[in-house]
């Protein structure tokens, strides 16, 4: 996906990815900066441990807690711009500047696939409250949704993300439990369904009995999930995490070049890495 940008954009770089143990985050970045890389991307566990690691973080990624992208900057006229949108001969002094591209991924991709023009006043019911739950929540709080539904192992890590909500929308309202009525929208941000052996993510007495209108799962493959193959049998209208994929990406090239991601060569180059179409 990322090669394709590159390419249509005529960037003379390369998208490369490497195995990086988290004990060895710190060392990486620093020999990617010292090696006058263009940025990097992060996956989990990097992207909440290079919080306290990038030189500035931008006040979005800070508010999520987690950093995705990173963009090498240079000083150029007493201002720092990024390194990929200079000449190598002026490349000087560099620092790091963290961003987190997912969260509007996430609601991009929502929007998109269910053909749905916001998010206003939505019900939502949210499957996990870790780093990938939170930084969604949060997000969805900016769109002012109206309900929102914290469903997780561990009860009290729910209420901790609801507690922090509630500082971004105070007018949202939280529940810890199953909804008594069905939602506008079910999002899976747990990791369950990577495995053929996972169990659901959800119950699924409640899922057969309340028929969410759309189920989203943040997982991208398999392309079909058992959760979400269950929910279309149901009915419901069901969307994978490619999109999210697709958007954080093109955001982070967008970043690192300064220029306009050519979103539709990605995405065809995404589909057929990913899916072979």
Known sequence: MQNAGIEALKNNWRYLAFDVH???????IDGAKAMNFIGLNLTVPHKL????IVDIIDPRAKKWGAVNTIVFETRKSGKWVPVGQVDATEIAEV????????????????????RWNNLRGASVLLLGAGGAARSCALRLAEEKVGTMHLINRTREKAQQLGAEIKKENSKVSLFY????????????????GLKPEDSL?????????????????MIYRPAETPFLKQARKLGCKT???????????????????????PVKIMREALLREVYGV
């Open 22 to 28: 988290p004990d060895q985050l710190r060392q990486t």
């Open 49 to 52: 441990l290079a919080v306290e």
């Open 95 to 114: 620092r790091t500047r963290g961003f987190n591209t997912d969260a509007d991924a996430i609601v991009q991709s929502i929007l998109e696939d269910f």
């Open 177 to 192: 439990d199953y909804p008594v009525t069905p939602v506008d929208l079910v999002i899976n941000a747990t990791s369950l």
């Open 201 to 217: 993510p959800i119950e699924l007495d409640w899922l057969k009995a309340k028929k969410p209108k759309r189920v989203y799962d």
């Open 239 to 261: 969307a994978n995490g490619l999109g999210m994929l697709l958007y954080q990406g093109a955001r982070a090239l967008e970043l690192w070049s300064g220029k306009k991601a």
